[in-house]
């Protein structure tokens, strides 16, 4: 079966830090751009980070993470992470992970064939 799947999410205080793992299984993720996406109650679905296939020489950060998050891909253990540090409670939301295999540099616009996990739960609260 061909899925990704994210784990890591936590209930975390104000400037706590957690680490996002995405999993791919039944395919190679080294082939794929593979990005972060978060929804919070009540609001759409944005992008966070996303990361180029390969070498993961490229990414792309939203305004609201940049300094604090960072994306990095192992290859081998066929993941990629997500570093989240000084984390905020507007942080708080669902985290999904998408592997894409049409990837547009230095974005995060999901095209091609793709594959969605079903999210982890970031809470971000005192």
């Known amino acids: 079966q061909l899925q990704v799947v994210e784990s890591g999410g936590a209930l975390v205080q104000p400037g706590g830090s957690l680490r996002l793992s995405c999993a791919a299984s039944?395919?190679?993720?080294?082939?794929?751009?593979v990005g972060w996406f978060r929804q919070a109650p009540g609001k759409e679905r944005e992008g966070v980070s996303c990361?180029?296939?390969?070498?993961?020489?490229?990414?792309y950060y939203a305004d609201s993470v940049k300094g604090r998050f960072t994306i990095s891909r192992d290859n081998a253990k066929n993941t990629v992470y997500l570093q989240m540090n000084s984390l905020k409670p507007e942080d708080t939301a669902v985290y999904y992970c998408?592997?894409?295999?049409?990837?547009?540099?230095?974005?995060?616009?999901?095209?091609?064939?793709?594959?969605w996990g079903q999210g982890t739960q970031v809470t971000v609260s005192s």
């Open positions: 039944g395919f190679i993720l080294n082939y794929y751009a």
């Open positions: 998408v592997a894409y295999d049409t990837y547009t540099s230095g974005t995060c616009i999901v095209r091609g064939y793709d594959f």
């Open positions: 990361i180029s296939p390969s070498d993961g020489s490229t990414y």
